[in-house]
């Protein structure tokens, strides 16, 4: 007897969101980046994008690009490297599907909001 109840599928915009709010989870991450590199976020708005995320489904295989903007004395490359493993974390175990790459594009190093000028 076949228990299948149907299908499952999963909107590229719920993927660009977890995403997103893993990342921005991240200490050091300041926040995401509004605009995608080379403009090209304009081609998949409403197709898994948030400010700073455009996810792609390949064969049911995820890849996700990320535009952050860091904290200033952060070490980027570990920090890249963080929101890498937790992006692909995330993805894989709230949704299932593999992650075959998650890129990170450090856009911007500022200041925390609450530092002042000159400390």
Known sequence: ???????????PQVLATIARLTALSVPGVLRM?????????RWFRGK??????RVG???DAVTID????VVQDSNVLELGREI???????????????????NVR??????????????
Do not use: C, F
């Not at 898994?48 to 995320?53: L, P, Q, S």
């Open 84 to 102: 890498q493993s937790r992006v692909s974390r995330a993805i894989t175990e709230m949704v299932g599907m593999p992650v075959l790459a998650v």
């Open 1 to 11: 007897m076949d228990n299948r109840l149907g299908t499952v599928k999963i909107s």
């Open 66 to 69: 990320l535009a952050i903007v």
């Open 33 to 41: 980046s509004k605009d995608l590199p080379g403009g090209m976020d």
């Open 106 to 119: 450090v856009q911007d190093v500022e200041r925390e909001a609450d530092e002042e000028p000159g400390k």
């Open 57 to 59: 489904v390949t064969d």
């Open 48 to 53: 898994g994008t948030a400010d700073g995320v």
